[in-house]
């Protein structure tokens, strides 16, 4: 007994970084180009389909860094200055009349003519009002020059940048309202096994309740994607290909559990008729098992069923395959190096992602890594990486890779 | 010129963890409390309001690990054995009939009888369909015990998560199809500052754009909150008393700019005339002004104005705050301690949190940390923890928060 394409136990593993530089090329080979121009409070999630150039210098015009007088510092001689101004932030100063200092304010434009701003601690107010500076003084000083950070012609952001809450406010601050963006993708969610049923439901004899399709349907809209809940895919041939035909507009169909099992394999046997499939078993744990192939020309990605398996495998390739897709360049999440708080005595064929907590800057791992349930996934903050053919004492370096960088 | 409460250039700044500790104070006196039930595809983003305890054992019953054959150890004594029945996910077995073997996949229930699962590779079907072993079997081999993840009663969740797709997706496994939540918290967003005008309108004299308040809504609405955009606040007393006064039923104003700024301060008069005002000098950078207060009983934060101050302190201080009113116990972001890839010779008076990445493990910094705008920040997938009176020569290890920790 050996289903189609699934080695036996002594068949070679792929690595995970070649399976992630597959998918990539496969991504890259049907991009998605469709853009839409969105106000720029839309646009959370999106990737970006233009460069993003300056228009305009930031700051336009020197501004002061303080608040409190702006002058030429060589028309401070040591007798006390006539306040000739006032600038509040958001005015448009007069040209400084020589000889007189201006009240000016955090932000507010210096005025021409003077050469720096010296702040209020500095400052006597004489009681005729004229002031008297206590400090030496120089050119330049606590004024933010035109341009410093910005310039007209400079590019800001380049074409595939995911667009974020920081992403928006430095658009915002070039004056843009508006970002051409890449339209959101629409991944359809299905889950394939007799086994599941839907939670709120009575449990029946060797039933479990459905897990995977609320994790990844939640996680694509983190994700800003268009999600289709394609429900669970019946045991029954001609009911799956209706199923999948009915998923013709979305841009990848993404299914958990079973591709591998041969007898009740309907999906496999749906996409090896209507279009391609290929299993791999990759050196992974939680994991192993990864289908990618096509219904009709439409992307579909099957990840293995136990829910900690899920969770790594869309994390480690469904995820940087989407971001690809929309020509997205950094796709890879940040993974630190940290000491492991935990000693490793045996050697695995498989790289494994550890369910784990940083503590005391020390990766901790969950008492029971089973890939069965998402509990050890809801106790940690991120997922450590323990080498293949790899032993570890306490205190030698792991990966760790930020949950939250993930899942956003 | 000292406007009230901020000190001097000699005044002592409070530290960060001090500011950090009152605003958790403040969020624990003044708690949201009020609860909803939702449908578990609708809780990403809310906080739990009941601790969730399971119901059920997972797995419900002993279920195969393995595609292969169950049977019972001792009725295997070289002779090979008949198969009785054929179990897939999601099928109730039968017993085991003494002295066969049951064909069972992945996922299945082990029928009562076995105590065993040998996987297919260790197995031999004859010609007359009788199933011989090679390899020696013991008991419980292959066999996930029931209750193996989780026993009825147990407690999965508190009180206090935060529920993310794998929360959701773990309350699925439980059955779980609503869950109760905390309502969502109601924020007001508004920006300070004469010299502010909306992107996508022309830049007059002394204008800047708005970046502050796409940044918070867009970060707030990632969190999960409900945003109320207040707009601009004008530099009317009257009309700020009357904008205020509409927003009674928000959890939290937050401003953006101008607090210390006694002249034109007229949301500073507001708070001082109907309610309360604290402005605290913060030992960070970027950052330092921070305005704590209550309008006519609704709490006000207000933030400084500077995008890369907004970020800072909105990660740092507001969001735990708002976190915390909420009743979520860990507040805090992640912070790893990386080797610094840059050195720092002048020590600094107040903690600054640069904005960087990580690069060969190590932590990089952008090269203009200007908190005038948002190009560092978006450059930046941390923020890169220099302490108060420090030097640093590179490779001595600095904190890193990653901005995906904080930015959901």
Chains 1, 2 share one sequence.
Request: glycine share 12%; net charge negative.
């Amino acid at each position: 007994m050996n289903p189609a394409g699934k080695p036996g136990k002594t068949g070679s593993l792929m690595a995970v970084e070649v399976a992630l530089a597959r998918l990539l090329e496969m991504a890259e080979a049907s991009p998605i180009r469709e853009r839409e121009r969105l106000p720029l409070a839309q646009v959370e999630g999106r990737v970006l389909a233009e460069d993003l150039i300056s228009t305009l210098d930031l700051p336009p015009w020197p501004n002061s860094a303080m608040d409190g007088y702006a002058l030429r510092v060589a028309d401070w001689t040591g007798t006390p200055l006539v306040v000739s101004q006032k600038i509040f932030a958001g005015q448009a100063p007069e040209p400084l009349k020589p000889g007189t200092c201006a009240r000016i304010f955090t932000g507010a434009p210096v005025p021409a003519g003077a050469d720096c701003v010296e702040m209020q601690e500095n400052a006597e107010v004489q009681a005729d009002e004229r002031v008297r500076f206590t400090e030496a003084m120089a050119v330049g000083q606590n004024i933010r020059p035109q341009g410093q950070e910005t310039t007209v012609g400079e590019l800001i952001l380049s074409v595939g940048t995911r667009l974020g809450p920081i992403e928006q406010g430095l658009a915002a601050s070039l004056g843009r309202a508006e970002l051409e963006v890449i339209r959101k993708v629409r991944v359809a969610v299905l889950s394939t096994g007799d086994e599941l049923i839907e939670p709120g439901q009575a449990l029946g004899p060797g039933q479990i309740y459905n897990s995977n399709r609320v994790l990844l349907c939640s996680w694509l809209q983190r994700l800003g994607y268009e999600v289709i809940d394609a429900g669970i895919l019946p045991d029954n041939l001609e009911t799956t290909r209706a199923r999948l035909g009915e998923l013709k507009d979305v841009d990848l169909i993404l299914s958990t559990g079973g591709v591998s099992v041969g007898e009740a394999d309907f999906l496999g046997i749906a996409l090896r008729e209507e279009g391609e499939l290929t299993l791999w078993k990759l050196g992974i744990k939680p994991g192993k098992p990864l289908t990618f192939g096509h219904f009709r020309g439409v992307p579909v990605i099957g990840l293995p069923g136990n829910p900690a398996s899920t969770l790594v495998t869309f994390a480690l390739l469904a995820r940087p395959y989407l971001l690809r897709r929309q020509g997205v360049k950094a796709v890879e999440p940040l993974k630190f190096q940290v000491p492991a708080g935990f000693d490793w005595p045996k050697p695995g064929n498989r790289r494994e992602y550890l369910r784990g907590r940083l503590e005391n800057g020390r990766a901790i791992i969950y008492k029971n890594q089973s890939s069965g349930v998402l509990r050890s996934a809801a106790w940690a903050d991120g997922l450590v990486e323990v080498l293949e053919d790899r032993t570890l004492i306490e205190g030698d370096f792991v990966g760790f890779i930020p949950l939250s960088d993930v899942l956003g």
